[in-house]
Structures are given as C-alpha cells and as structure tokens.
C-alpha cells in the first residue's frame, strides 16, 4: 500500500482542514474518545491551526484523498487548555511542540503512517527550536461498557517513540460520547519527551 505522508504548512494546511475536521469526526466516533462531532465545532477548534505561524498538519494521502492526519502547534498557545495540567510540572510551556491528534482510517493502519506523523511532527517541532514535544491521551476506566475486547493501547507504540507519561499532567476536556445525551468530562494524560 502506497500511502504518501506530507507535511503542509500555510495555505496548504488551511485547504486539508475541512478534510481533517471529516477524519476527526469518522475516527474518534470509535474507541477510546467516543466522540460525537460534528462540523461546526471541528471547523472552530481547528481554526487555532489556521492562525498559528508555526502550526502543521501532517496528511496521509491515498493518492490525492486525505486518509489520515495529525496536528501541531507550539502547546502556549493551547495554554488556556493546558496551563493547569502542565502546573506543578516544572516544565515550560514555551518549550513544548504540542502533537495534538493523530487520526487513521482504520484500513491503513499498521503501515508505518503512525511513526511518519511523528516524525514529521517532531522535524517540524526541532525546525522551530522547540525541546520537547508532548500529546495527551484520553484514559477510560478499562471495565467501560464500550471498550471492545480486541482494543490494544497504544502505550508501547508511544514509549517505542521515546514518549512517558508526564507525572500528574492531566488535562479535563468535555465532549459527548457517543451514547449519552450530555457533554461529559473526561481525564486526558499528557506524555512528553526531549527532542
């Protein structure tokens, strides 16, 4: 399977959006985030990627269709989110490229494409003189009615990527799941590591 992994900046990155907001919606309906999204809402929180100088969006392309991509943008400027998880760290927001999602339809897993957007993220991140790079994960309790009996978590992958859970980094974000009626908040752990 040829799948070509390119990073955009400027007004390529503006254009792949709307298709990113598309894949946000399809790929985290699914387990671990449960998201029930829609359009509006992903245009508006994709826009601090359409104002940010030093944002990408890494894209996985099946020829010329977007099948899969992942963000970045320096993590001051998400500090309204994250300030109160990054508290007591110690560590300097200024110096964290924020890795923010990473979304692949599920028949191109298992190709490479994962390892690519981070290495993408991270040339990206080094290129503009950060130190470290950072995500967050959400955590679900594992006796969730909804977790499928074949999920595998992806910490293996992360750490394989030179990635450990940031000690007491835990962001609190809300969105409906896809089986409740109401918005909820759910825990999301931060993982870090030096570039």
Known sequence: MAIRVEAMTGAALEAALDDVARLRIAVFRAWPYLYDGDLGYEREYLQSYRDSER????GAFDGDRLVGASTGAPLAEHADDFAAAFKDTGV???EVFYCAESVLLP????????HGFFDAREAHAR???FAKTAFCGVQRPADH???PDSYAPLDPFWR???YEPLEGAIAQFSWKDVDQ???TQKPLQFWIRDL
């Open 145 to 147: 009615p909804l977790r």
């Open 107 to 114: 028949e191109y897993r298992g190709h490479g494409v994962g």
């Open 127 to 129: 290129k503009h003189g």
């Open 160 to 162: 394989k990527r030179g």
């Open 181 to 183: 009626a109401e918005e």
């Open 92 to 94: 300097d927001l200024g």
């Open 55 to 58: 944002a990408v969006v890494v």
